[in-house]
Nanobody, 124 residues
Framework: QVQLVESGGGLVQAGGSLRLSCAAS????????MGWFRQAPGKEREFVAG????????SYADSVKGRFTIARDNAKSTVYLQMNSLKPEDTAVYYC?????????????????WGQGTRVTVSS
């Protein structure tokens, strides 16, 4: 199993940037493909970005392409989400997730392990 702890959320003005981090502990981090999801109030959890085990393959939701970047450092057992040009509609709780297997998954059902979430609020 793997334990995930997110950090880096906060309040930012529209157009600003934040970097989220997700630190993993437990089983070997490089065994997992990783993803970021978010859930806004009253909405379902949605896929934001994913990265495969090696970091060589990435996937993004259309709504964040060109603004967000996912990356991982297997030596530090950490996955990151760099968020630029933030918009009020990016306001949500952001969750880090891990899945057994090499490939990126875009559905929450693909992921067995979840962090507790970090809140991002973007003011207009």
């Amino acid at each position: 199993q793997v334990q995930l702890v997110e950090s880096g959320g906060g309040l930012v003005q529209a157009g600003g940037s934040l970097r989220l981090s997700c630190a993993a502990s437990g089983r070997t981090f490089s065994s997992y493909a990783m993803g970021w999801f978010r859930q806004a109030p009253g909405k379902e959890r949605e896929f934001v970005a994913g990265i495969n085990r090696s970091g060589g393959s990435k996937s993004y939701a259309d709504s964040v392409k060109g603004r967000f970047t996912i990356a991982r450092d297997n030596a530090k057992s950490t996955v990151y989400l760099q968020m630029n040009s933030l918009k009020p509609e990016d306001t949500a709780v952001y969750y880090c997730a891990a899945r057994d297997g090499a490939l990126v998954g875009t559905r929450s059902q693909n992921y067995a392990y979840w962090g507790q979430g970090t809140r991002v609020t973007v003011s207009s």
